[in-house]
């Protein structure tokens, strides 16, 4: 006898990078967003090279110069700072140690909260409380504060700020990669590797894994958002980032006393903060659905109606 | 014209997806007179739910679309009617139960809460809406109606939410019922109480009921008339005998064909030493005991189902059998090895002899891995079965056996549909070569025309390699075609054993002859005898 | 429900025994408070008397006994400073911030909950297209750099408000705008995400078919059930609230906890510091009971 096999058209699948691509450009805003943070991150690698001597040589002579001057040359157009540096050098120049700050405390405590929370998820009840309650007693730490004290007691430098900041986001991680092992250990396809005999690491690595890695990456995002507004927060109360090291946060702080006469020394740095976060955010929202099998045909029809 | 409850006129329905407008139903018309049933028929993708919806205005618009027709109600079309008026109807001239009553009840209010609400959206007081849902939980048959008013929807067992769910449709005596597949979770004893339930408050009320089903035995058992629906079209219609008998639809005669049940039954050899040998398995989580003493013998190549409602024990009989739960107690001699006492470095050796294949394929194939690389894993976990350079020539060979087609090797499981993955799942199990593989429900979640497709493969399996099975199913008819021998469980415990022609010849139990009454037979004759013979016996 | 109850509150006050334990080898092991809180020009006679004075010179487990007893009787020590007890002088400090957080958070709340439940129910309409862009800009400005722009704008453009200090309800108004400005763009977006799901939920469909109007699904059957993820974010919120009012207190010299911490640390004032961060650990810690209570009286399923 034979099986009948049962025929359906199966649909063309396109590749992974393709198929996002499309996703992408089916959501304008995301879009911008998109290029909007690669021209910052270019922006931040070759910034210090290109500009960090013309952002850091004093003229007393442009001290506090308004914006909108077009007669001189374009680093000048938002304005000088009260030693009459260029604002739009220095934003740029900035970039860099704003950005590697954030950088290095999101995948640090992503890894650590990612490795952690693999291994609450599936280690015995016992070890699982311990780490539950170790991150408990983080979250309710007041962060900021904590901050504000180690940073003070040791001194502050680029790498300190990356561990302070690390620490206190390590729980967001934790707690949502446990969750989703919980739940994923459970699923069937678990089950059916662990009936074939798979070892504790296939499974984590091959099975778990990139099952919770599109909502670590959406989750990755966020916090970059949330990591460079709590730096800029921290540098802004002179605790954070200290000159001549500049961040967008310390400018704005730098600016705080010349608000009165001189407004732009902190407007453009906060527009700069602004327009970062909001980049992550646009792009994060989109990472949700474009990374979400069940939503993601909102953004294929979307493209498909586009052209 | 006006003479029908409920007329459904050439109705089409389509939906804006990625993969463009699907049309959910074509032109679709029929109608419904008072005190009748209408079920309609159908399987999974045949749209058989959207005209329901379409009358309850419950379709999301967009990516819904009605592109044409009409549902008239008593004559007045309800599509031309105000969102006000329409919203009047709903709940009020027309009620509707749903399948899977826990996500259909709000989790977060009392069941007293919301049966009142279907009462005080529609005029009454609050202190006759209390009463009146007393007294309707009371008439559905819930135990000690005044304290569970002020229970939440998952404190009650599945037959129960059901109950609640009919108790609120019919808070208002609507003049039509539609019934979504309101039996299809349940266990078979407690659809056939469901399905009496509803006929009971038909005859009381005189309603008329639109019951959406994808199984025959429920048509058979409460209909008085069935539209048949493939793929979006209204295929046939007619009285329920007629169809049955005289189907003239190809797709009709496929479906009826397709009803499990009907073959000769296997007749195993006496002789053989077991296989598998358990013995006073325990099992229990917290205070619950899942398994009170399970014991019995597998020969090779033999299949061995377990059959029993939900609460029986049966799928964590195979989760210990695999290890994947620690057992309490017990043992379970694999060729003379005790199962239980294996060190993880030989349990992982013995994986090779015992495989599974999972209810749903959809959650038991991994959705970011490639056929190959689901069907490969095996020798990835076992080396030394398939030299690597002759994997992909085995998996085309594995996928030709069950079915598939070698080019599907690319692709993700999602590309597939239910039964292809089941295919795909038995592939996977196969490729270790395995002298045992445990089904658990493996067929449960398919239409039953593809059903028996996967049944014939595994029998294919059984006879040319010599595997032998344990395969479990809450579902009788089906494993009446498939077993050797069959082991009735009930709360953990074994009720009865024997081979299929034992236990659907001459069952020995009141519990297994209960379990047999009631299923439902596809067929309205034998269906109403039997149905006579439950109520002479009741009486 | 009081099992329920009982059983968070053990794991709270596990928790709670954790973080005193962390706070006190942080003073300990980070460096020689002698010397972070003396004056640099401070002498060793000086730093040694003060070591005496604080009991630094006993063996560590000494001291730590020392703490976890002065905890338990409420005594944090002295003010350096002032010249009363560290845990008065917060205490005084926390209510200021208290009350800020509250009246804070009951106002984002209720705007959150009411925009995102609208969003929610015409999703892709222009209120939720509008509502979005708001509550994403909202949530991306930093809080302090609003701060700066709402003193030059309304405190010295327009002069309208004051710019610093307390006293009258106005100086209450530009603290609390700024404050309310990220927690309401993030909370309104996971308002609306929890209300859309819940929305098109299968209950919503059962409530539709008995013919229940919008108003109720949306605010009865909806809302209850979509307020479980909300009340998480809304818990986080109240924290960074708590903790994080820092800057905005120092920036608009609000007497709060925050502006306290910060002016202690300047003036070296050891005992005050660790006060001040118990105090807010453990006002955040019954905050979180206060929440985990929220989730078991809007969900049963929970309370089992």
């Keep these: 006898m034979t099986i009948p096999s049962t025929e359906t058209v199966i649909p063309h699948e396109p590749h992974f990078v393709v198929r996002m691509g499309r996703m992408l450009w089916a959501d304008k805003f995301a879009l911008c967003a998109a290029i909007f943070l690669v021209v910052v991150l270019v922006i931040a690698i070759i910034g210090p090279t290109w500009l960090g001597e013309l952002a850091t040589k004093q003229n007393l002579r442009g001290r506090n110069l308004p914006p909108f001057d077009w007669e001189r040359g374009w680093v000048w157009w938002m304005g000088a700072d009260a030693l009459g540096r260029p604002l739009f050098a220095r934003i740029i120049v900035a970039t860099q140690n704003t950005l590697m700050v954030a950088a290095g405390a999101v995948v640090l405590s992503a890894v650590i909260g990612t490795v952690l929370g693999l291994v609450a998820g599936f280690s015995s009840p016992r070890i699982n409380q311990v780490i539950m309650r170790l991150a408990d007693v983080i979250m309710s730490f007041p962060s900021l504060l904590i901050a504000v004290i180690v940073l003070y007691v040791l001194g502050s430098s680029i790498l300190n700020l990356i561990l302070v900041l690390s620490i206190t986001r390590i729980p967001v991680y934790l707690r949502t990669t446990r969750a989703e092992v919980l739940e994923i250990r459970e699923r069937m396809f678990v089950q059916a590797a662990r009936v074939m005999g798979a070892s504790n690491k296939r499974i984590v690595f091959r099975h778990i894994l990139p099952v919770v890695l599109p909502t670590l990456t959406t989750l990755a995002t966020l916090d970059f958002a949330y990591v460079m507004l709590a730096e800029s927060a921290l540098s802004f109360l002179g605790i954070g980032i200290q000159p001549p090291e500049i961040t967008w946060g310390l400018m704005i702080s730098q600016g705080r006393q010349y608000l009165t006469n001189a407004w732009w020394l902190s407007l453009w740095p906060g527009l700069a903060i602004i327009l970062t976060t909001l980049s992550l955010n646009l792009l994060s929202n989109w990472l949700r659905i474009a990374l979400d099998p069940v939503q993601r045909w909102r953004l294929e029809m979307k493209g498909r109606k586009n052209g | ?539 | 429900m009081l099992s329920f109850i009982r059983k968070r509150a053990i794991a709270s006050l596990i928790s709670l025994v954790g973080l005193i334990v962390m706070v006190f080898f942080l003073s300990r092991l980070t460096g020689d408070p002698a010397a972070l809180f003396l004056p640099v020009e401070a002498s060793a006679e000086m730093k040694e008397q003060f070591r005496e004075i604080h009991g630094l010179n006993d063996p560590l487990m000494v001291q730590f006994g020392r703490y976890v007893g002065d905890i338990l009787t409420g005594d944090l020590g002295q003010s350096l400073r002032k010249a009363r007890p560290a845990l008065d002088v917060v205490l005084e400090a926390f209510v200021w911030t208290l009350w800020l957080a509250v009246i804070t958070m009951t106002l984002v709340t209720v705007a959150a909950i009411v925009v995102g439940s609208l969003a929610a129910f015409r999703s892709g309409g222009f209120f939720d297209r509008f509502s979005s862009m708001v509550s994403l800009i909202g949530a991306s400005v930093p809080d302090f750099w609003l701060a700066i722009v709402a003193i030059v704008v309304f405190s010295i453009q327009l002069a309208w408000l004051p710019t610093s200090g307390t006293g009258s309800i106005h100086h209450w108004i530009l603290p609390i705008s700024v404050l309310f400005v990220r927690p309401f763009g993030i909370i309104v977006q996971v308002v609306r995400g929890s209300m859309i799901s819940a929305l098109s939920s299968a209950y919503v469909k059962t409530a539709r078919a008995k013919g229940v109007k919008s108003g109720p699904i949306i605010f009865i059957h909806a809302l209850r059930n979509a307020m479980l993820p909300v009340i998480t974010v809304i818990g986080d919120q109240a924290a960074s609230l708590l903790n994080g009012a820092v800057i905005i207190e120092t920036i608009f010299g609000f007497p709060g906890v925050g502006k306290l911490m910060i002016d202690s640390i300047l003036q070296r004032d050891f005992n005050v510091v660790l006060a001040a961060i118990l105090v807010t650990a453990v006002a955040i810690f019954l905050m979180n009971l206060l929440i985990d209570l929220t989730y078991a009286l809007l969900d049963p399923r929970i309370r089992h």
């Design chain 2, 1 to 539: 014209m006006a003479d029908h409850l409920l007329e459904v006129r050439n109705l089409s329905v389509e939906f804006h997806t990625a993969a463009g407008v699907v049309h959910a139903v074509r032109d679709i018309s029929y109608y419904l007179d008072r005190g009748e049933t209408l079920a309609i028929l159908g399987e999974s993708g045949s749209g058989k739910s959207v005209s329901s919806s379409a009358i309850m205005n419950l379709i999301d618009m967009p990516p819904g679309r009605i592109s044409s027709g009409q549902i008239l109600l008593d004559g007045i079309d309800l599509m031309t009617m105000s969102p006000q008026a329409r919203r009047e109807v709903n709940g009020r001239r027309i009620a509707m139960i749903f399948q899977d009553p826990l996500s259909h009840l709000n989790p977060v209010y009392t069941v007293g809460w919301q049966i009142r609400e279907a009462l005080t959206t529609h005029g009454s007081s609050t202190a006759e809406a209390a009463s009146e849902a007393l007294r309707l939980l009371r008439r559905v048959g819930i135990p000690d109606p005044e304290p569970s008013m002020g229970k939440y929807p998952h404190e009650f067992s599945g037959g129960q939410r059901q109950r609640v769910m009919i108790a609120m449709a019919l808070a208002l005596r609507p003049d039509l019922l539609i019934a979504d597949e309101p039996t299809t979770a349940l266990d078979v004893t407690v659809q056939a109480e469901v399905l009496a339930l509803l006929k009971e408050l038909q005859r009381e009320t005189g309603m008329a009921v639109l019951i959406i089903t994808h199984d025959l035995g429920v048509v058979s058992e409460i209909a008085d008339r069935v539209v048949v629906m493939e793929k979006g079209e209204l295929v046939e219609a007619g009285t329920v005998r007629e169809v049955y008998k005289n189907p003239r639809h190809p797709y009709t005669r496929k479906l009826i064909a397709a009803a499990p049940g009907k073959g000769e039954m296997h007749q195993p050899d006496a002789a053989g030493a077991p296989v598998l040998s358990v013995g006073d398995v325990r099992k229990s989580y917290g205070g619950f005991e899942a398994l009170k003493g399970v014991s019995f013998d597998l020969m090779a190549g033999e299949t061995m189902a377990i059959v029993g409602e939900s609460g029986s024990g049966k799928s964590t009989l195979a989760r210990v059998l695999l290890r994947l739960d620690e057992p309490d107690a017990g043992s379970a001699l694999w060729k003379g090895r005790d199962l239980f006492q294996l060190s993880p470095a030989d349990l992982y050796k013995l994986r090779r002899d015992l495989q599974m294949v999972f209810q749903d394929p959809t959650q038991s194939l991994n959705p970011r891995m490639t056929v190959f690389q689901l069907v490969s894993e095996a020798w990835v976990i076992h080396p030394g079965i398939v030299p690597k350079a002759k994997w992909r020539e085995r998996v085309a060979e594995l996928l030709i056996q069950v079915g598939l087609q070698p080019d599907h090797m690319p692709r993700y499981p999602h590309q597939f549909s239910g039964g292809q993955r089941q295919r795909i799942a038995i592939a996977r199990a196969l490729a270790l070569e395995p002298q045992l593989i445990i089904c658990d429900e493996a067929v449960s979640a398919l239409d039953v025309s593809v059903q028996a497709q996967v049944i014939a493969l595994l029998d294919k399996l059984r006879r040319e390699m010599g595997i032998a099975f344990i395969f479990i199913a809450h579902d009788l008819p089906v494993v009446r075609d498939f077993a050797d021998h069959v082991m009735v469980m009930q709360k953990g415990k074994v009720v009865e054993q024997g081979t299929v022609r034992e236990i659907f010849g001459s069952p020995r139990q009141e519990y297994t002859r209960a379990l047999l009454a009631a299923g439902l037979d596809p067929d309205p004759d034998v269906q109403a005898a039997n149905r006579a013979a439950r109520l002479a016996r009741a009486s």
